[in-house]
């Protein structure tokens, strides 16, 4: 039980105590108000509210993102984790309303380094458009949702990436039964795009035609879901977004068998969490929640051998899963000692995530590529731990 | 004794208190002090916020390279200009819609509510039934109805609908010939305007011949005749500069043409069927705030039904219309934001863009909210001009 329906407001009261403090109460409320969403039509009142709520929050908020978020986090009891509104692969709800997806499993695993218990997550569904307010206002603790980490993100967003933990590609799908001579993304000028807006894929998109002199018809929404809607209902004869993204939305459509995707990559992607800057204990443990994860699949430390391996003779292994004397690692971080044996416990190493998420042992099947490994040719690549 | 100098002395004390001049002033010093202090506690805590955690903020983003592109704009805009001038798009699309919209609905709301009073049974429950399914669904759902339960089904470009006029409705939206026009047309609209300015002429030599000997002079046909017989004899004598841009079938869409996009389409269709229900409402009520007694006398004078309704009960019922059509205006205008459900590209929509690519939140809820402020104003403003016109003329 992951706390979905918000309910279980553990840190409320003390929140609401300690409001000027810390405003942690303020995000329950406002979690509850986001997971209410199956009225359809309470969406757009919502998204306004948003927008000032979140703009109000940034001011009267007072310090609701101060510095130690570790500690606000202990006090409430689970990390507030944003995801997408439902990315297969990513972040989506299965039939349980259990968040499934690299980008969920990686908020788990920082839950199981901050507490030794992966289920203390609760997580806020954000569009594209309210992912950043939601984590510059303090409404969430990380942000895990299939987000683009870009210079302007880093910077003047006051936001700090922590590391990629998908390396995407923006493409192109279309419907082959309607288009049958369109095999190139060279072959689209003139047609109607359908996009998410507020996202790195609208800019992209927009360099992309012009770079090569095409024509098109951006036709834009601001859900997922409504791209989703819109392009298998025909609205628009492209859909354009990170290509992990277009094999999950192919999955969902009508006749999945009819659309392929095109082979351009037009962009660099590279997807990762973010937390807010100015909290170097937080944004440390984050990011090395995520070099735990490589490092892990590195020294071959699986969620089934992960007790045997505590035994192992390695010293690297032995180092890495806290069980060496007198070592300081996880209490130097702000975690326990055998942090790393709580993530894999939680979610598996990185490589284990990835193949139950979007890998093999998914609907996505998507091929490791260039999130394989280092040592395997691929991009992922940790620091020591040591 | 004692108790009888404090009686008196009380007096001149609780005047000084008691003084409502003074306490007037008073307790609007206090509002106004306390409402400056909240507003100045305000900014100064967004501001050492928004410094706190890093966040560029300022206007200074306006000037920068928006780097998205707009699918509807009444302006030149692309991906190169500014995140202002994308703004300034969205604005635009916004008073399209809204005075779109408002026109419309204010023709529908007027039927509507005259149908309501008519003495025909069917045309009355026609018009009842309209109103009762408008004003008791949700506008945003009325927007999907058009959406997704009239535009969506619409057959894809290759099927599209053939309509009159080398027009075509698709799920795409509707294509119909755009005008093209050639050297010397600047002439037909010369023509136009003077037609126009005729007609007002002869209107008003009409009136005054009315007025001064009773004879009447058929207005609406001279009008007519002026206003549409004029520009076609400029359109003939300079040589017929008007040529025609027909939409055609290419890859993907059908292209040329002037297409209106199914998101206006619906939300334009939204608002205008949702505002009417409303307006009829106002206007029936208007009509019914007439008293009977001037349809009597007006028909007792030997007026027909409808100068009755025109010079009588109309210009009388305006008065009782007008305040309370503002304020359906300015709900149309504001209704119109429900756009970012379907994608069309309003202020809200754009401006909820630039705010995500740029992360300017504050500042871009502050554009928003001064905009459709000034906007909602500006409205006000015209229907209070017009409120003035039609007030009681005393004698």
Known sequence: MQFVNGRQRVGCDAGFREWAGTGSCVHTEKSQVRLKKTEKGLWVMKHIAIGILGAAALGLVASAASAATLDDVKAKGFIQCGVSTGLAGFSAPDDKGDWQGIDADFCRAVAAAVFGDGTRVKFTPLSAKERFTALQSGEVDILSRNTTWTINRDTALGLNFVGVTYYDGQGFMINAKKLPGVNSALQLSGAAVCVQSGTTTELNLADYFKSNKMEYNPVVFEKLEEVNAAYDAGRCDVYTTDQSGLYGIRLTLGSPADHVVLPEIISKEPLGPAVRQGDDQWYHIVKWTYFALLQAEELGITKANVEEMKTSDNPEIKRVLGQEADTKIGTDLGVSNDWVVNIVKAVGNYGEMFERNVGSGSPLKIARGINALWTKGGLQYAPPIR | ?395
Not at chain 2, 258 to 269: A, D, H, I, M, T
Not at chain 2, 368 to 373: D, F, I, S, T
């Open chain 2, 1 to 395: 004794m004692a108790s009888q100098e404090i009686l008196r002395e009380e007096p001149s004390r609780g005047s000084f208190i008691n003084d409502p001049k003074i306490r007037g002033i008073f307790f609007q010093a206090v509002v106004v002090i306390v409402l400056v202090a909240l507003v100045w506690w305000i900014a100064q805590n967004v501001i050492a916020n928004l410094t706190r955690l890093r966040i560029a903020s300022g206007f200074g983003f306006l000037n920068s390279r928006a780097g998205f592109d707009i699918s509807e704009s009444a302006i030149a805009y692309s991906s190169d200009s500014t995140y202002g001038r994308a703004i300034l798009v969205g604005f635009l699309n916004t008073v399209i819609v809204a005075v779109a919209g408002i026109i419309t609905a204010t023709l529908i709301g007027f039927i509507i509510g005259i149908g309501r009073l008519s003495h025909n049974w069917l045309i009355r429950k026609i018009c009842t039934v309209y109103v009762e399914v408008f004003r008791n669904i949700p506008p945003l759902l009325v927007i999907f109805f058009w959406y997704s339960g009239v535009l969506a089904v619409l057959p894809p470009p290759r099927e599209s609908i053939n309509l009159p006029f080398s027009s075509f409705l698709n799920q795409r939206g509707f294509y119909f010939p755009r005008a093209v026009w050639g050297d010397g047309s600047w002439l037909i609209l010369v023509a136009l305007l003077l037609g126009i300015a005729m007609a007002w002429f002869v209107a008003r030599k009409a009136r005054q011949r009315q007025m001064a000997t009773g004879q009447q002079f058929p207005v609406f046909w001279t009008s007519t005749a002026l206003i549409i017989g004029l520009p076609l004899l400029a359109y003939a004598l300079s040589g017929f500069p008007l040529s025609f841009d027909y939409p055609k079938q290419s890859t993907f869409n059908l292209t040329g043409g002037f297409q209106v996009r199914p998101e206006f389409l619906s939300l334009y269709l939204a608002l205008s069927c949702y505002t009417a229900a409303f307006i009829a409402e106002i206007v029936r009520a208007g009509i019914r705030g007439v008293n009977k007694g001037q349809t009597e006398a007006a028909a007792a004078l030997g007026l027909r039904a409808g100068p009755i309704l025109r010079l009588v009960v109309i210009p009388q019922a305006m008065r009782i219309v007008i305040p309370p059509l503002t304020s359906q205006y300015l709900n149309l205008t504001k209704n119109s934001s429900l756009a970012i459900a379907i994608g069309y590209p309003d202020l809200t929509a754009i401006a909820g863009t630039v705010l995500n690519q740029t992360g300017q939140a504050v500042e871009g809820v502050v554009i928003m909210m001064a905009v459709y402020l000034a906007l909602s104003l500006l409205t006000s403003a015209i229907m209070n001009v017009v409120n003035a016109r039609m007030a009681l003329v005393e004698r």
